[in-house]
C-alpha cells in the first residue's frame, strides 16, 4: 500500500486503531441521523492505505460493507466525497472518468484534471480498473464522447507514453529546447492559426525537465510565458487541456490549488 496515494497531504495517523474507528463509525450511524463530524473525523484524518484497513476490519466486525452503509446514511455531495475517500486513488479516477464521459453531455474538465495530472503508471493502473470493472476499453468511451484535436490530445495522454525519465544532457537540451521551441513559435503566434499538432507532440510526449526548459527558451525567444501564448492561440476544451499540463508539470499541487479555489470561489 505505501505506493498508493502519495500525492496527498494526509499523513499516517498515529496510533491507528482499524477496530477502534470501525466502533466510531458504527456509533456514527446509530440512532436517528449520522453524526456527520464523526465520520469526517476519522475518514479525512487516515491515509488511502488505513481507510482500506478500516474497511476490512468493519466487514470482518459488521458483515457488511462499510461502503454500502455509508452510502444509506448519507446523501449529497458529503456522501459522494466519503464514498470517495473509502476508494483506491485509480479506483476512484476510473470511476470519476465514467461518470463524466456516460449519460448526456461530457465533463471535460474532470477528464482533463485526471489525464494531465496522473503519471503514466498512474494512467496505465487506470486504464486496467476502468476496463475490468466497466467491461468497456476507456479510449474507445473518451473517443466516443469527444472530438476533434481536444479527443487527439486524452488519445495521447492515454498512451501513457511521455518520457518520465530525469536524466538529461543539460547541453543538448537546450540546443534541442531551442529548436523545438522556435517549431512552435512559428507554428503559433509567427503565422495566422496554429498548428496544434506540435504543440500535442511537445506538450505530451517530452520528459518534465525537457519541457520546463523548453518554456523557459520559448520566453527568451517570443518574449511571452507559453501559457499566455497557448491563451492568445487555443480556445475552449483544447486551450484548458494544454493550459492543464502545463500547469501540472510546472507545479501538480499549484495545479489543483487553484482548482480548488475556483470551485469555491463565489461569483458576484
Known amino acids: 500500500m505505501a505506493a498508493i496515494g502519495n ?17 466510531r463509525l458504527r456509533g456514527a450511524m446509530k440512532g436517528a441521523g449520522t453524526d456527520e463530524a464523526a465520520v469526517i473525523e476519522v475518514l479525512a484524518h487516515r ?7 478500516i474497511k476490512e476490519a468493519y466487514k470482518q466486525a459488521v458483515g457488511k460493507d462499510l461502503a454500502e452503509d455509508l452510502s444509506s446514511e448519507l446523501s449529497g455531495n458529503f456522501r459522494s466525497v466519503v464514498l470517495g475517500l473509502l476508494m483506491l486513488a485509480p479506483v476512484y479516477d476510473a470511476y470519476e472518468l465514467r461518470n463524466a464521459i456516460k449519460g ?58 511521455r518520457d518520465e525519465s530525469d536524466k538529461v544532457d543539460e547541453a543538448q537540451a537546450v540546443l534541442d529546447a531551442k529548436a523545438r521551441v522556435q517549431e512552435i513559435y512559428e507554428a503559433g503566434e509567427a503565422r495566422w492559426g496554429t498548428d496544434e499538432v506540435k504543440f500535442l507532440t511537445v506538450l505530451c510526449v517530452r520528459n ?61
Not at 500525492?7 to 466502533?23: I, L, N, S
Not at 491515509?47 to 484497513?53: D, F, K, S, W
Not at 483544447?238 to 487553484?258: G, H, M, Q, S, Y
Open 208 to 268: 518534465q525537465k525537457h519541457l520546463l526548459r523548453v518554456f523557459e527558451e520559448y520566453q527568451k525567444i517570443s518574449g511571452r510565458d507559453i501559457e499566455d501564448s497557448i491563451r492568445r492561440e487555443m480556445s475552449g476544451s483544447l486551450e484548458d487541456v494544454f493550459l492543464a499540463i502545463v500547469k501540472c508539470l510546472r507545479n501538480k499541487p499549484a495545479f489543483f490549488a487553484e482548482r480548488l479555489y475556483k470551485s469555491m470561489k463565489v461569483i458576484i
Open 47 to 53: 491515509t488511502i492505505a488505513q481507510r482500506q484497513r
Open 104 to 161: 448526456a453531455g461530457t465533463e471535460e474538465a474532470c477528464l482533463i484534471d485526471i489525464l494531465a495530472s496522473r503519471t503514466s503508471a498512474e494512467i496505465r493502473t487506470i486504464i486496467a480498473f476502468y476496463n475490468k470493472q466497466y467491461g468497456k476499453e476507456l479510449e474507445d468511451d473518451v473517443c466516443g464522447d469527444t472530438s476533434g484535436m481536444f479527443q487527439r490530445v486524452l488519445v495521447s495522454l492515454l498512451t501513457a507514453g
Open 7 to 23: 500525492r496527498g497531504t494526509v499523513t499516517e495517523a498515529a496510533g491507528f486503531d482499524a477496530g477502534a474507528d470501525v466502533q
